[in-house]
Protein backbone atom coordinates (compact mmCIF):
# COMPACT_ATOMS: atom_id res chain seq x y z
CA UNK A 1 0.00 0.00 0.00
CA UNK A 2 2.98 2.02 0.59
CA UNK A 3 4.60 1.76 -2.55
CA UNK A 4 0.67 2.54 -4.11
CA UNK A 5 0.77 5.41 -2.20
CA UNK A 6 4.19 6.79 -3.16
CA UNK A 7 3.05 6.21 -7.01
CA UNK A 8 0.26 8.00 -7.12
CA UNK A 9 1.58 11.28 -5.08
CA UNK A 10 4.66 10.83 -7.79
CA UNK A 11 1.21 10.90 -10.87
CA UNK A 12 -0.62 13.64 -8.85
CA UNK A 13 2.62 16.02 -8.98
CA UNK A 14 3.65 15.05 -12.82
CA UNK A 15 -0.42 15.73 -13.98
CA UNK A 16 -0.11 19.14 -11.93
CA UNK A 17 2.97 19.61 -13.96
CA UNK A 18 1.84 19.23 -17.71
CA UNK A 19 -1.50 20.87 -16.77
CA UNK A 20 0.62 24.04 -15.73
CA UNK A 21 2.72 23.27 -18.60
CA UNK A 22 -0.29 23.55 -20.82
CA UNK A 23 -2.58 26.22 -19.32
CA UNK A 24 0.88 28.51 -19.91
CA UNK A 25 1.17 27.71 -23.16
CA UNK A 26 -2.32 28.47 -23.56
CA UNK A 27 -2.12 32.05 -22.11
CA UNK A 28 0.66 32.59 -24.67
CA UNK A 29 -1.25 31.50 -27.47
CA UNK A 30 -4.36 33.84 -26.44
CA UNK A 31 -1.95 36.56 -25.54
CA UNK A 32 0.17 36.60 -28.92
CA UNK A 33 -3.01 36.04 -30.96
CA UNK A 34 -5.56 37.83 -29.51
CA UNK A 35 -3.72 40.92 -27.87
CA UNK A 36 -3.64 43.42 -30.67
CA UNK A 37 -0.47 45.31 -32.39
CA UNK A 38 -1.18 49.34 -31.69
CA UNK A 39 0.46 51.81 -34.46
CA UNK A 40 0.52 55.24 -34.73
CA UNK A 41 2.19 56.93 -37.23
CA UNK A 42 2.74 61.12 -37.33
CA UNK A 43 4.36 63.06 -40.06
CA UNK A 44 4.22 66.28 -41.49
CA UNK A 45 6.32 67.74 -44.65
CA UNK A 46 6.89 72.12 -44.03
CA UNK A 47 10.49 72.26 -44.71
CA UNK A 48 11.84 68.96 -44.07
CA UNK A 49 10.32 65.46 -43.56
CA UNK A 50 9.44 64.65 -39.94
CA UNK A 51 7.34 62.23 -38.39
CA UNK A 52 7.24 59.36 -35.41
CA UNK A 53 6.13 56.24 -35.17
CA UNK A 54 4.94 53.88 -31.85
CA UNK A 55 4.85 50.11 -31.94
CA UNK A 56 3.15 48.51 -28.89
CA UNK A 57 1.95 44.22 -28.45
CA UNK A 58 1.22 42.19 -25.39
CA UNK A 59 -0.31 44.82 -23.32
CA UNK A 60 3.03 46.93 -24.43
CA UNK A 61 5.31 44.26 -23.25
CA UNK A 62 6.86 44.87 -26.46
CA UNK A 63 7.18 48.28 -27.88
CA UNK A 64 9.00 49.52 -30.56
CA UNK A 65 9.53 53.61 -31.30
CA UNK A 66 10.94 56.69 -33.10
CA UNK A 67 11.62 59.62 -34.46
CA UNK A 68 12.38 60.86 -37.89
CA UNK A 69 13.42 63.95 -38.23
CA UNK A 70 15.78 65.76 -41.02
CA UNK A 71 16.89 62.81 -42.78
CA UNK A 72 18.12 61.44 -39.12
CA UNK A 73 16.31 58.29 -37.75
CA UNK A 74 16.83 57.59 -33.70
CA UNK A 75 14.65 53.71 -33.32
CA UNK A 76 14.57 52.12 -30.00
CA UNK A 77 13.03 48.82 -28.75
CA UNK A 78 11.98 47.71 -25.47
CA UNK A 79 10.99 44.51 -23.93
CA UNK A 80 9.44 44.68 -20.63
CA UNK A 81 10.20 48.49 -20.08
CA UNK A 82 14.21 47.73 -20.78
CA UNK A 83 15.56 49.25 -23.59
CA UNK A 84 17.57 46.27 -25.72
CA UNK A 85 18.25 48.43 -28.40
CA UNK A 86 18.40 51.62 -29.66
CA UNK A 87 19.02 55.44 -29.33
CA UNK A 88 17.77 55.08 -25.52
CA UNK A 89 20.59 52.40 -24.94
CA UNK A 90 23.43 54.46 -26.31
CA UNK A 91 22.07 57.60 -24.29
CA UNK A 92 22.28 56.20 -21.15
CA UNK A 93 25.86 54.86 -21.75
CA UNK A 94 27.40 58.71 -23.02
CA UNK A 95 25.73 59.86 -19.68
CA UNK A 96 27.49 57.12 -18.00
CA UNK A 97 30.50 58.08 -19.08
CA UNK A 98 30.66 62.12 -19.26
CA UNK A 99 29.56 62.01 -15.58
CA UNK A 100 32.58 62.30 -13.23
CA UNK A 101 33.93 65.04 -10.75
CA UNK A 102 36.71 66.81 -10.97
CA UNK A 103 38.79 65.18 -8.15
CA UNK A 104 38.87 62.42 -10.45
CA UNK A 105 40.07 63.96 -13.12
CA UNK A 106 43.26 64.78 -11.06
CA UNK A 107 43.40 61.44 -9.35
CA UNK A 108 43.43 60.32 -13.25
CA UNK A 109 45.84 62.87 -13.88
CA UNK A 110 48.41 61.85 -11.23
CA UNK A 111 48.38 57.95 -11.79
CA UNK A 112 49.25 58.76 -15.75
CA UNK A 113 52.19 60.33 -14.30
CA UNK A 114 53.52 57.43 -12.26
CA UNK A 115 52.18 54.98 -14.87
CA UNK A 116 54.45 56.74 -17.60
CA UNK A 117 57.35 56.76 -15.48
CA UNK A 118 57.12 53.17 -14.20
CA UNK A 119 56.70 52.36 -18.24
CA UNK A 120 60.00 54.47 -18.93
CA UNK A 121 61.86 52.08 -16.49
CA UNK A 122 60.47 49.36 -17.88
CA UNK A 123 61.06 49.64 -21.09
CA UNK A 124 64.98 50.36 -20.10
CA UNK A 125 64.99 46.90 -18.28
CA UNK A 126 63.82 45.00 -21.46
CA UNK A 127 66.30 46.68 -24.07
CA UNK A 128 69.23 45.18 -22.09
CA UNK A 129 67.58 41.40 -21.87
CA UNK A 130 66.44 42.00 -25.34
CA UNK A 131 70.05 42.71 -26.79
CA UNK A 132 71.16 39.48 -24.61
CA UNK A 133 68.27 37.31 -25.71
CA UNK A 134 69.09 38.39 -29.49
CA UNK A 135 72.88 37.20 -29.47
CA UNK A 136 71.72 33.67 -28.44
CA UNK A 137 68.74 33.72 -30.65
CA UNK A 138 70.98 34.29 -33.89
CA UNK A 139 73.50 31.84 -33.29
CA UNK A 140 70.34 29.06 -32.67
CA UNK A 141 68.99 30.50 -35.92
CA UNK A 142 72.33 29.46 -37.84
CA UNK A 143 72.48 26.03 -36.70
CA UNK A 144 69.07 25.39 -37.63
CA UNK A 145 69.00 26.70 -41.37
CA UNK A 146 71.54 24.19 -41.87
CA UNK A 147 69.68 21.54 -40.56
CA UNK A 148 66.69 22.56 -42.71
CA UNK A 149 68.41 22.99 -45.76
CA UNK A 150 69.34 18.86 -45.51
CA UNK A 151 65.89 17.98 -44.41
CA UNK A 152 64.57 19.62 -47.70
CA UNK A 153 66.82 18.12 -49.80
CA UNK A 154 65.13 14.73 -48.82
CA UNK A 155 61.81 16.00 -48.15
CA UNK A 156 62.17 17.09 -52.36
CA UNK A 157 62.58 13.42 -53.51
CA UNK A 158 59.74 11.73 -51.34
CA UNK A 159 57.65 14.32 -53.06
CA UNK A 160 58.36 13.65 -56.44
CA UNK A 161 57.88 9.94 -55.65
CA UNK A 162 54.07 10.59 -53.89
CA UNK A 163 52.64 12.85 -56.89
CA UNK A 164 52.24 10.52 -59.31
CA UNK A 165 49.99 8.64 -57.08
CA UNK A 166 48.11 11.49 -55.59
CA UNK A 167 47.59 12.47 -59.21
CA UNK A 168 45.55 9.48 -60.32
CA UNK A 169 43.58 9.56 -57.44
CA UNK A 170 42.88 13.47 -57.33
CA UNK A 171 41.87 12.29 -61.34
CA UNK A 172 39.51 9.31 -60.07
CA UNK A 173 37.97 11.70 -57.22
CA UNK A 174 37.22 14.44 -59.86
CA UNK A 175 35.16 11.85 -61.82
CA UNK A 176 33.02 10.12 -59.52
CA UNK A 177 32.13 13.82 -58.50
CA UNK A 178 31.50 15.18 -62.00
CA UNK A 179 28.97 11.97 -62.42
CA UNK A 180 27.15 13.04 -58.95
CA UNK A 181 26.27 16.36 -59.66
CA UNK A 182 24.73 15.31 -63.21
CA UNK A 183 22.96 13.16 -61.27
CA UNK A 184 21.55 15.58 -59.10
CA UNK A 185 20.73 18.29 -61.65
CA UNK A 186 18.86 15.87 -63.85
CA UNK A 187 16.62 14.76 -60.42
CA UNK A 188 15.84 18.55 -60.05
CA UNK A 189 14.87 19.12 -63.59
CA UNK A 190 12.60 16.31 -63.00
CA UNK A 191 11.15 17.60 -60.10
CA UNK A 192 10.58 20.99 -61.62
CA UNK A 193 8.73 19.14 -64.62
CA UNK A 194 6.59 17.21 -62.06
CA UNK A 195 4.30 20.18 -61.94
CA UNK A 196 1.54 20.19 -64.89
CA UNK A 197 0.84 23.67 -66.04
CA UNK A 198 -1.84 22.17 -68.07
CA UNK A 199 -3.84 21.35 -64.70
CA UNK A 200 -3.98 25.53 -63.55
CA UNK A 201 -5.02 25.99 -67.53
CA UNK A 202 -8.07 23.33 -67.57
CA UNK A 203 -8.73 23.78 -64.23
CA UNK A 204 -12.42 22.96 -63.17
CA UNK A 205 -13.85 25.80 -60.44
CA UNK A 206 -11.50 29.24 -61.39
CA UNK A 207 -14.03 30.99 -60.60
CA UNK A 208 -14.68 29.81 -56.84
CA UNK A 209 -10.36 30.29 -56.74
CA UNK A 210 -10.53 33.17 -57.58
CA UNK A 211 -13.31 35.07 -55.71
CA UNK A 212 -11.35 33.03 -52.43
CA UNK A 213 -8.36 34.90 -53.19
CA UNK A 214 -10.34 38.51 -53.43
CA UNK A 215 -12.06 37.68 -50.19
CA UNK A 216 -8.66 36.84 -48.51
CA UNK A 217 -7.33 40.23 -49.76
CA UNK A 218 -10.19 42.03 -48.56
CA UNK A 219 -10.04 40.32 -45.33
CA UNK A 220 -6.67 40.28 -44.92
CA UNK A 221 -6.51 44.75 -45.80
CA UNK A 222 -9.45 44.95 -43.51
CA UNK A 223 -7.29 43.10 -40.93
CA UNK A 224 -4.42 45.63 -41.39
CA UNK A 225 -6.29 48.96 -42.21
CA UNK A 226 -6.44 51.79 -39.72
CA UNK A 227 -9.16 53.04 -37.90
CA UNK A 228 -8.00 56.42 -37.59
CA UNK A 229 -6.60 58.19 -40.53
CA UNK A 230 -6.34 62.45 -40.95
CA UNK A 231 -4.58 63.90 -43.86
CA UNK A 232 -4.12 67.86 -44.01
CA UNK A 233 -2.18 68.81 -47.43
CA UNK A 234 -2.30 71.32 -50.70
CA UNK A 235 -1.40 69.46 -53.92
CA UNK A 236 -0.85 71.10 -57.24
CA UNK A 237 0.11 69.15 -60.20
CA UNK A 238 0.72 72.01 -62.97
CA UNK A 239 -2.16 70.39 -64.90
CA UNK A 240 -5.94 72.02 -63.64
CA UNK A 241 -7.75 69.04 -64.99
CA UNK A 242 -5.59 66.50 -63.30
CA UNK A 243 -5.65 68.25 -59.95
CA UNK A 244 -9.77 68.32 -60.13
CA UNK A 245 -9.57 64.55 -60.76
CA UNK A 246 -7.37 64.17 -57.66
CA UNK A 247 -9.76 66.41 -55.87
CA UNK A 248 -12.32 64.19 -57.11
CA UNK A 249 -10.77 60.92 -55.69
CA UNK A 250 -10.32 62.66 -52.47
CA UNK A 251 -13.86 63.46 -52.10
CA UNK A 252 -14.53 60.06 -52.93
CA UNK A 253 -12.40 58.98 -50.31
CA UNK A 254 -13.85 61.28 -47.65
CA UNK A 255 -16.96 59.27 -47.41
CA UNK A 256 -14.99 56.51 -45.83
CA UNK A 257 -12.43 58.25 -43.46
CA UNK A 258 -14.64 61.02 -42.71
CA UNK A 259 -13.35 64.92 -41.72
CA UNK A 260 -9.90 63.32 -40.73
CA UNK A 261 -9.12 63.65 -44.88
CA UNK A 262 -9.03 67.64 -45.99
CA UNK A 263 -6.89 68.05 -49.35
CA UNK A 264 -6.99 71.34 -51.12
CA UNK A 265 -6.18 71.91 -54.52
CA UNK A 266 -3.81 74.24 -56.50
CA UNK A 267 -4.45 74.63 -59.99
CA UNK A 268 -2.01 77.76 -60.31
CA UNK A 269 1.48 76.00 -59.45
CA UNK A 270 2.66 71.96 -59.64
CA UNK A 271 3.40 72.07 -55.54
CA UNK A 272 2.69 69.82 -52.38
CA UNK A 273 2.90 71.57 -49.10
CA UNK A 274 1.81 71.60 -45.56
CA UNK A 275 1.26 68.20 -45.12
CA UNK A 276 0.13 66.38 -42.30
CA UNK A 277 -0.38 62.71 -41.21
CA UNK A 278 -2.01 60.69 -38.80
CA UNK A 279 -2.68 57.31 -38.58
CA UNK A 280 -3.63 55.28 -35.46
CA UNK A 281 -5.05 51.50 -35.93
CA UNK A 282 -5.10 48.15 -34.04
CA UNK A 283 -3.86 44.65 -36.20
CA UNK A 284 -5.51 41.66 -34.73
CA UNK A 285 -2.99 38.01 -35.38
CA UNK A 286 -5.98 35.55 -34.67
CA UNK A 287 -8.54 37.67 -37.61
CA UNK A 288 -5.24 37.32 -40.25
CA UNK A 289 -4.90 33.38 -39.05
CA UNK A 290 -8.78 33.36 -39.64
CA UNK A 291 -8.68 34.88 -43.27
CA UNK A 292 -5.76 32.25 -43.92
CA UNK A 293 -7.72 29.14 -42.55
CA UNK A 294 -10.83 30.21 -44.81
CA UNK A 295 -8.26 30.49 -47.63
CA UNK A 296 -6.79 27.00 -47.20
CA UNK A 297 -10.28 25.53 -46.21
CA UNK A 298 -11.37 26.29 -49.69
CA UNK A 299 -11.70 23.37 -52.43
CA UNK A 300 -10.09 24.71 -55.16
CA UNK A 301 -7.34 26.20 -53.27
CA UNK A 302 -7.21 23.47 -51.36
CA UNK A 303 -6.52 21.10 -54.46
CA UNK A 304 -3.85 23.31 -55.95
CA UNK A 305 -1.73 23.25 -53.21
CA UNK A 306 -1.79 19.34 -52.66
CA UNK A 307 -0.83 19.44 -56.78
CA UNK A 308 2.13 21.66 -56.21
CA UNK A 309 3.09 19.74 -53.27
CA UNK A 310 2.89 16.68 -54.82
CA UNK A 311 4.84 18.08 -58.11
CA UNK A 312 7.55 19.27 -55.94
CA UNK A 313 8.41 17.09 -53.80
Not at 6 to 22: A, C, E, G, Q, T
Not at 232 to 240: L, R, S, W
Not at 289 to 298: E, H, K, P, T
Request: charged content about 30%.
Amino acid sequence: MGILVILWNILKVIIFIILFVVMLILVVMALVLFSPICYQVEGNYIQYVNGKFDVKWILGAIHAYGIYDKGDLKFSLRLFGYCIYGADKRQKKKKQKIEYTQEDTVLSARSKSEQQEGQIKQQEKQTEKETTINETVEAEVKTEKSDIKQNQKQETKQKHSRKNVSDSKANIKQKKRNKNKKIKQNEKENKNKKIDINYFIHMENKKELFQAITTFLKRMLKGVSPKHCSLKATIGTGDPALTGYLLGIAGTAKMKFGKGLQITGDFTQKIIKDVFVDVKGKIFLSYLLYAVLRLLFVKPVYKTIMVVWKGRR
